[in-house]
């Protein structure tokens, strides 16, 4: 029987973080142009970038899944995609 030894286990696992990190990245940048998309066209129709409301059920979205940090993961999201406000 082999066993992997510490060392590769680390790095292989690493390997797969930065495979992950590469994967989120590429969908926070899809979720900021389909956001980008939405807010053009409320702008283009009268109305403002922000929509509160709807900011309330994203952060509930990310908050009932990953706690507390969550949210001010979502919060970051947002502001990627909305600018600051
Ligand atoms: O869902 C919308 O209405 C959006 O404009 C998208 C989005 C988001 O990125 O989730 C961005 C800005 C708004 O304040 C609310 C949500």
Redesign the pocket.
């Known amino acids: 029987m082999t066993t992997t030894s510490p060392e590769t286990l680390i790095s292989d696992s690493r390997a797969r973080i930065d495979a992950m990190d590469d994967h989120i990245i590429g969908l926070i940048q899809e979720?900021m142009a389909v956001?980008a998309v939405?807010?053009e066209a409320?702008m283009t129709s009268g109305g403002r970038?922000?929509?509160?409301s709807?900011?309330m059920e994203?952060l509930s979205h990310y908050s009932d899944a990953l706690g507390k940090p969550g949210t001010t993961l979502a919060m970051t999201m947002?502001e990627l995609?909305?600018g600051r406000i």
């Not at 970038?49 to 509160?52: G, I, P, T």
């Open positions: 979720r956001s939405i807010q409320r970038r922000v929509n509160l709807r900011e994203v947002l995609c909305r």
